[in-house]
């Protein structure tokens, strides 16, 4: 059973606040699923490699140059909720 | 009800209409509908001057596409129908929507959806949801719902919609239009939201088989900014047998659970296609039982890393009224607020799976049992051309019925979620009406076969529509 203990950790982790209505439905539907999924237990997969690419991907390299004329950084700043000077504005933190 | 690429394009060559008119009655459909079916959440004032300005003789000249809130138009909103992007504004063009452009294709809005693409009717979006054209008391089918429904209604031509588990070809089938999603590799998504990487394809909602075919050879091909992306023709149209198309019918499709109208439909729609030139043969998939908790493991996984990214200090919702005690407390207030119920608990289950005492035991054998799928799958195209099931195991379902329970709610996916899984490419075509309400047929083509699947497409919606 999944305690409300370990949703908050994992939501920590996550980097999600859960609600106390959620805390209280997070577990249950986390338990359910959880117990769904443990059919694939039934799957003899000793001899299985686990899939990971469809087709040999490989990286794809390019020269390492600043793009400058198609999105500059002052355009992309201006976007931004709020920004002073170029430099993007957040709240204080005091920890 | 929907207005067809090929039918106003005649139109504007045979100069029977014009730019002004075509546009002016998609909007004004859009302005009489748009509130009561929540299909558009912005709709765009600029369509017929971008139409005047491309050349006639381009392949897409005089289409008009909605596009789904997850793909990015450079200078339009874009919010992938979560309130963390609800002021976000794009800053560059997908792949797929600068191929767009080249062809001669315009835009008209951005098409409401399940919030990153999580959910299997629309009802998930921050911004309300989408209802069926048939029954505004049922859901039109997600995650792809509003491009669904503005085609089904003609609020468009056609529309871009995106598929994880199903998101284009089950609201296709749920409105009565046609959707394809593509094999894996075959269209960019540099520039489309991620949802879940290792299942994440751009697909098209259209009106017939061949609109389908004729974006889906504008937008394809390899793009550098997606890695996954590979150059290929649409693959060789030739058959298993000479004059005749062999087609697949999975024993593990017809189980119980699939209501008695969508099981009429499939046998009546077999029935009619079967003859000398269609072969239908019995296959089995053995490993289908076991799609839907492989997939639920891996998209929430693949969901928990994508959406990492999402922190509502450079846009999006952010917790203003709180004291943030730590970059932590921050990230998580910001987050807790900008990201919707589904989306959360998917992020802390994709936690769960990934974290290091459980990433064996849930991850690790969820992408094993994939493998498996994936064979099944890789033997029987040895023997046929194509795989024919059901789309959805029922008709369109109430609004509210499923939203609480997920499990029950990705039943929907069942038949759709395997060609997702096995990064094949895969078609809904309507089929009939049964009380009012539209049943879909998928077809399952072998990887990169694409213009096999789309000759198989279009003689069977052939049939099917006389």
Sequence with gaps: MISKKEVKKLAFLGRVELTDEELESVPKKLEAILKYVQKLSEVDTEKTEPFFHFSETSNVFREDLSNKEKNGMKEEVKKIKEHKNNYLKVKSIWG | MGITIKETQKRLRDKETTPEEVVANFLSLI???????????????????????????????????????????????????????????ASFDATVIEKIKEKGGVFIGKTNMDEFAMGSSTENSAFGPTRNPYDLERVPGGSSGGSAV????????????????????????FCGVVGFKPTYGAISRSGVI???SSFDQVGVLANIVEDAKLVFDSIRGKDERDSVTVDFNGGSVETKKKDKIVVGVPKEYFIEGISSEVKESIEEALSRIKGEEIELVDISLPHTEYALP?????????????????????????????VMKSIEDLYMKNRGKGLGKEAKRRVVLGTYTLSSGYYDAYYIKAQKVRALIIDDFRKAFQRVDAIITPTTPTLPFKIGEKIEDPLTMHLSDIFTVTASISGLPAISIPYVKKNGLPVGVQLIGDRFKEELLFNIAEKFEKIWQT
């Design chain 2, 31 to 89: 302005k009489e509908r748009n509130e009561e079916m929540n299909v558009f959440l912005d709709v765009f004032q600029d369509t017929v001057q971008e139409m005047k300005k491309k050349d006639s003789s381009l392949p897409l000249y005089g289409a008009v596409f909605g596009i789904k809130d997850n793909i990015l138009i450079k200078g339009k909103r874009c919010t992938a129908g979560s309130k963390i992007l609800e002021n976000y504004n």
């Design chain 2, 150 to 173: 503005a085609v089904s209604v003609g609020m468009c031509n056609i529309a871009l919609g995106s598929d994880t588990g199903g998101s284009i070809r089950q609201p296709a089938a």
């Design chain 2, 194 to 196: 991620s949802m879940a």
């Design chain 2, 294 to 322: 492989v997939y639920e493991i891996i998209m929430a996984s693949e969901i928990s890393s994508n959406l990492a990214r999402y922190d509502g200090i450079r846009y999006g919702k952010e917790d203003t009224e709180s």
